[in-house]
């Protein structure tokens, strides 16, 4: 799909991340002719994003709060390489509309959109308020944070148990708790506060009403400076371990035609009304045919790679182009969507504790053939460092049907090979066999319950266990 942009175009951009995101952006400044400044840690002298940049700064020791948390040395860097501007990828800085106003105030441009839209949709409960705002229907909870477990069992007792205790700042699970009655809810107000503390350096918390088997819906909205704005489809990322994304696919099998127009319509409208740009993504849980808000993230998402390849969009580089001031080639009309595709997260990760695996990979063979798509920063010899997220690969799939896709996939796995350290690759061959991801009648409760079967005894007649039979 052809795109239409301003005349000036970055001539050098720094990538402020590391790993599998920092090579995709890499490869697309490239493809556009636009010279690259890596980042590193001490830690990531040899990863490959360092390899393949045209020039490499190393801006702190191993620990992420020295170095990829290090908003002065990634200046600096860019100062000292004259870059114009810099793309902030994943997790780290790139949703800290702080970080986001530094690139700005020394005249480079953050690749990302507006520091107002990232602090309001960066912070849980005033994303709410911008929701209903919006007209998006949220879940019934708290009006704002809870200060005190007396507050908390007062909102609980009535709005009804279950409910869910979530940090207001940050994601990933984190400060994020289930409780099912008032002594639960006083065991774990405070170590949810703790965590969002730890965490996020912030300690705010609110309550909301906890859905008992939601799918996890989300939109990939894309828009410009100029008052564009459309929607690259729906991805389903429902399959969670512990709040943690394992499996996307795209398109949801959950969503009907109808559904489905219905709420593009209505996040288009209200994505121009918020007056958003660049990427972003917008998060709901459905249930019985409605979807509740729960958040927006304000950055490219992990699994944007199945986006683009039922769209042919490639987001990264339109992301480029907004942020060089162009406009976007096409309307939602000329959006077509083909196919399915999947994405399964390559962790580095005991595939039955789930304990990080660092150490140094023997040997290395990823799947290829058609309709694969593998973006990984690794290679044989490689050592995966312990100071960062566990994520080593994504394993991106695409069928004309559904099936097709869940076909290729299945082969992919069997086809990859990774030594030297233990991974999920052993689970996701378990998932793809299995008539709940077959059938895609799964929910978010639905991985923990399958990993507690298959870590239970044969003899086992647990609830969950009776649900999900292990292979």
């Known amino acids: 799909m052809n795109c239409l942009f301003r005349e000036f175009m970055f001539s050098k951009i720094l990538i402020a991340n590391r790993g599998e995101i920092a090579l995709r952006i890499l490869r697309a400044c490239k493809e556009m002719g636009i010279s690259t400044v890596a980042v590193h840690s001490t830690a990531d002298s040899d990863a490959m994003h360092v390899k393949l940049a045209d020039e490499s700064v190393c801006i702190g020791p191993s620990l992420s709060c020295d170095s990829y948390l290090n908003i002065p040395a990634i200046i600096s860097a860019a100062e000292v390489s004259g870059a114009e501007a810099i793309h902030p ?30 602090d309001v949709m960066g912070n849980k409960v005033s994303a709410r308020e911008k929701a209903i705002e919006l007209g998006f229907d ?83 909205m894309l828009g410009d400076t100029h008052g564009n704005m459309v929607c690259l489809g729906d991805r389903d990322c429902s399959l969670q371990k512990k709040h943690q994304k394992v499996f996307e696919e795209s398109p949801s099998p959950a969503l009907s035609r109808d559904e ?57 580089k339109e992301q480029i182009r907004i942020a060089s001031g162009g406009k976007l080639g096409f309307s939602q009309k000329d959006v077509r969507f083909r196919g399915h595709a999947m994405e399964c997260r390559i962790n580095a990760e005991d595939p039955m504790t789930f304990l990080p695996q660092p150490g140094k990979i023997i040997d290395y063979l990823a799947p290829g053939g058609p309709n694969v798509r593998v973006d990984s920063f690794i290679f044989s010899g490689y050592t995966i460092p312990p100071y960062y997220d566990s994520l080593i690969a994504k394993l991106i799939t695409y069928g004309n049907t559904r099936e097709e896709c869940l076909m290729t996939m299945k082969r992919a796995l069997d086809e990859y090979v990774i030594t030297g350290v233990k991974t999920l690759i052993p689970l996701h061959q378990r998932l793809a066999l299995n008539e709940g991801i077959v059938s895609g009648s799964y929910d978010t409760n639905w991985l923990d319950g399958f990993i507690f079967s298959l870590q239970c005894p044969p003899e086992c007649s647990s609830h969950w266990c009776s649900l999900n039979k292990a292979i």
Do not use: C, W
């Open 260 to 316: 489905r127009e219905y709420i593009f319509e209505k996040a288009i409208s209200a994505m121009k009304d918020f007056g958003y740009y660049s990427a972003g993504t917008l998060e709901f849980l459905y249930e019985d045919g409605k979807f509740y808000f729960i958040e927006m993230n304000t950055r490219i998402q992990v699994e944007h790679p199945i986006t683009e390849m039922i769209t042919g969009i490639d987001i990264v």
């Open 89 to 118: 990828g994943v997790g780290f800085l790139s949703e800290n509309s702080y970080f986001a106003n530094v690139v700005r105030d020394h005249k480079m441009v953050f690749i990302g959109p507006s520091s107002e839209h990232m």
């Open 138 to 220: 949220v879940i019934s909870g708290s009006l704002g944070i809870v200060s005190s477990e007396k507050d908390a069992a007062g909102i609980a007792k009535e709005i009804g148990f279950p409910v869910l205790i979530k940090a207001r700042s940050g994601g990933g699970g984190k400060g994020m708790r289930v409780v099912r009655s008032l002594d639960e809810l006083k065991e774990n107000f405070e170590i949810a506060k703790s965590e969002a503390e730890a965490s996020f350096g912030d300690d705010g918390v609110y309550i909301e009403r906890f859905l008992s088997k939601p799918r996890h819906i989300e939109l990939q």
